[in-house]
């Protein structure tokens, strides 16, 4: 694989990352790694039902049997009066409403609302004898009607969850803001005066997933200090322990929340889930620590889910093919309950990235988030944004087929140019920066788009079809516009630098470090970073939203300077001179003109002990915290696929990625981020489908049928980096966790309907027999 990486001059040469070494040991501490001593174990009962009442659940027999401590239901959590689960954060859409939210309990007492959702937990001795003890409760159900798809769901007739939910819908957005109606009306002129409208119906199919490591999790109490602790795997620990404290209706400094290695998250592990307060509870109760893991079954039916969305999206051309209007209409299945920002998903994630790189004057986006019963959705890797790419990026291909204007050639006549940056889109963000025209050229220059038509002419020679396709994107960064660190100075010439965001693979405990030895002109072997203890690392609103960069990095830049800012007064008392006197550099204060210096470490211990001594107000320990506005990662995609019309079979022969996630902090890293998010967008290309039947059973609930992409499915790739430095906060840079997942699936599916006849339809995921079928539809 490939690698270029303009703008990332500077950075030293790559060492690897210091996480690795215990990683690759077997020395990491994963969930089930670290368990409390003497912790007995719980096992969940489950609904084997879509929607159902229950009429009676029977413990009798699981209490008598052996090992078992406890059992727990519904009934027995009630006189806690615990809050929901799970609410909507409360956004406002059409009218001005908010969200419908209905209760999510921790053990369903008197229905079920979808298959998984937890009705009894058993507490054992052993997980075996949990389970075992599990497997005799008897729960009596009387089902009723379920609906799993968004679309019949609204429809008269369809069975109604919520009695606040009319017509199942429980949030209906729009954007822009439109109070007088001048935007809707020009947004009409638009069509009404286009030469061309065309029309694209797409599917955003729902998507398991999937972590490497399934969620586990341990609850204790301690009696005396009235301190719950939990040990789960997080992204962030402040935000799991916010949503717990909250359900349990305790003071979040009540409950300690940890985190150790984790195994991958994508969103999912950002959030309270009811095991954790079921575990709580328990805990509390039987003064004992409780621990589980989930089997990958119940990862199945139990984690947050993502995607499943349907789209209708119009575009507005002139004659020659510019941009002048787009509609949007999303109907999204949110499933059975509302998770915290799963509506982001489909309305301000959809609306903060559109009109992605193009230059469109006019825009709308219209949402609606309906109840089924299916899990419940939430942020997946990307989380709104390959959605908006997808759209944008399949009709464009589509105003491709209908004007006759070639793909490449349509998208370079609407892009954004560079002197209209910034550039303010017509739901009000603002592009702070970016050369969107310079990375298009690029990737088409690396794909090799001229040639193209030969290897298309030789791969008919050999019998195959062959296409290629272009995913343009751009994502809104950030999330939560706030992010916190803290840099202490603990002696022997050490720096631990704590902060809130979670990591999952991503690099954290080598680059944090590397930024913060820059920042202060030292040794990053000096710098330990510390995070996922609430009792000890500040809080912070996680590792989403492909923030962690931009929001964590500039915190700790922010505290570096203030360290900075502290140790030269500091200095100027200890060497004897005026304050602007005082010069840093390389981890050393000075004196100008002369050769009294101190480094930074003694400086900070005599701080420190001047702070005790009531000198001096405080030490150089300084803990900050910064406001940023979103920023704009973007880039291009390009994939090559060869297919056999006779089986429908698709090999990525090329893909090349050239993108703009600002300045580079660690080149490999980057790319790393890139491959893996490559990796799970070709998934949902290709691959990945999850599937309820009709009465609400998931058929796709196991690995031998939800197929995850396998290692011969990556193409070798190109990789680019096109930096152009963010404007809006202080290490100029964007994002990257997303990228992959953004740019891939339009990319391929565009490559994969460009090689098929003309009048083919698919939708993802493009697997062979749904290829097959649509060359055979379309002769």
Request: proline residues 6%; aromatic residues 6%.
């Amino acid at each position: 694989m490939e690698s270029t990486a303009a703008g990332t001059a500077g950075l030293p040469a790559w060492t690897g990352r210091i996480e690795d070494d215990a990683l690759l040991r077997g020395q990491g501490h994963f969930g089930d790694d670290v368990k409390p001593a003497g912790a007995l174990a719980a096992h969940f009962v489950r609904s084997p039902h879509a929607f159902a009442k229950i009429e009676r659940i029977d413990i009798s027999a699981a209490k008598s049997a052996p090992g078992v401590v406890a059992v727990l239901t519904g009934a027995d959590l009630e006189a806690s009066h615990y809050h929901s689960i799970s609410h909507p954060h409360p956004i406002p859409g059409r009218g001005g409403k908010v969200p419908v939210s209905p209760h999510r309990p921790v053990l369903a007492a008197t229905r079920v609302m979808h298959v998984g959702e937890p009705v009894a937990m058993v507490v054992a001795t052993s997980a075996a004898a949990a389970q075992d003890a599990a497997e005799k409760i008897a729960v009596d159900y009387a089902p009723l009607g379920a609906v799993t798809d968004a679309r019949p769901a609204i429809k008269s007739g369809a069975p109604q969850l919520w009695p606040d939910a009319p017509g199942n819908i429980g949030f209906d957005w729009t954007a822009p803001a439109d109070q007088d109606g001048k935007k809707q009306a020009a947004l009409d002129r638009a069509f009404k005066d286009a030469a061309h409208v065309v029309r694209v119906e797409l599917v955003n199919q729902r998507l398991v997933v999937a972590s490497l490591e399934p969620r586990t999790a341990s609850a204790s109490y301690d009696a005396q200090a009235k301190q719950f602790t939990l040990r789960c795997g997080t992204q962030g620990f402040a935000s799991v322990r916010a949503q717990a404290a909250g359900v349990m209706n305790i003071k979040p400094e009540e409950l300690r929340v940890v985190t150790d290695d984790l195994g991958g998250a994508f969103g999912m592990k950002g959030w309270c889930y009811p095991e954790y307060i079921a575990m709580l509870h328990a805990a509390r109760e039987l003064r004992r620590p409780i621990h589980w893991v989930a089997t990958r079954s119940e990862a199945f039916v139990t984690d947050n889910q993502g995607r499943d969305s349907f789209w209708t999206v119009e575009l507005a051309l002139n004659k020659r093919g510019r941009f002048l209007g787009l509609r949007v209409d999303c109907l999204a299945n949110i499933g059975a309950y509302f998770t915290g920002v799963a509506h982001f998903c489909v309305t301000t994630h959809i609306s903060g990235c559109l009109p992605t790189v193009y230059d469109i004057p006019q825009a709308q986006v219209n949402t609606r988030c309906v109840f089924t019963n299916t899990l419940p959705t939430g942020p997946y890797r990307g989380a709104g944004r390959p959605e908006a790419t997808y759209l944008m990026e399949r009709v464009i291909d589509a105003a491709s087929d209908a004007t006759g204007i070639d793909a490449a050639e349509l998208r370079r006549r609407n892009l954004i140019a560079p002197d209209k940056i910034p550039y303010v889109t017509p739901f009000g963000n603002s592009y702070d920066s970016g050369d969107f025209p310079a990375i298009f050229e690029r990737a088409l220059t690396l794909a090799g788009y001229v040639g193209f038509a030969a290897r298309k002419k030789a791969a008919k020679k050999s019998g195959k079809l062959r296409g290629i396709g272009i995913g343009c994107y751009l994502e809104i960064a950030g999330a939560f516009p706030e992010e916190a660190a803290r840099i202490t100075f603990p002696g022997g010439k050490k720096v631990l630098v704590s902060i809130g965001a979670g990591g999952s693979g991503q690099g954290h405990p080598t680059v944090f470090p590397k930024v913060t030895a820059r920042r202060l002109g030292i040794d990053p072997a000096a710098v330990t970073l510390l995070s996922g203890d609430s009792a000890r690392d500040v809080p912070g609103f996680g590792a989403v939203a492909s923030r962690s960069a931009m929001m964590t990095g500039g915190a700790i830049a922010r505290c570096a300077e203030l360290v900075l800012e502290k140790g030269k007064r500091v200095a100027a008392m200890l060497l004897q001179a005026g304050e602007a006197d005082v010069d840093y550099r390389d981890g050393n204060f000075s004196v100008r003109g002369s050769a009294r210096e101190a480094s930074l470490f003694d400086v900070a211990e005599r701080a420190a002990e001047l702070a005790r001594q009531g000198v001096i107000p405080e030490s150089l320990d300084t803990q900050a915290s910064i406001k940023l506005p979103p920023s704009f990662p973007n880039g291009c995609h390009i994939a090559e696929v060869e297919i056999d019309p006779d089986t429908g079979a698709t090999d990525v022969v090329s893909y090349v990625a050239v993108g703009d996630c600002g300045n580079v902090l660690d080149d490999v890293i980057v790319e790393g981020q890139i491959h893996g998010g490559v990796a799970q967008g070709l998934g949902q290309a290709l691959t990945e489908n999850t599937i309820y039947d009709s009465s609400g059973q998931l058929v796709s609930g196991s690995f031998m049928d939800y197929a995850m992409p396998r290692a011969h499915s990556m193409p070798d790739m190109t990789v680019e980096h096109h930096a152009v430095a963010c404007r809006t906060n202080p290490l100029g840079v964007k994002g990257t966790g997303e990228a992959g997942t953004t740019a891939a699936p339009p990319a391929l599916l565009n490559a994969i309907l460009d090689a098929l006849p003309e009048g083919a339809a698919l939708d993802m995921p493009a697997t062979p027999d749904r290829i097959w079928q649509a060359i055979k539809a379309a002769k």
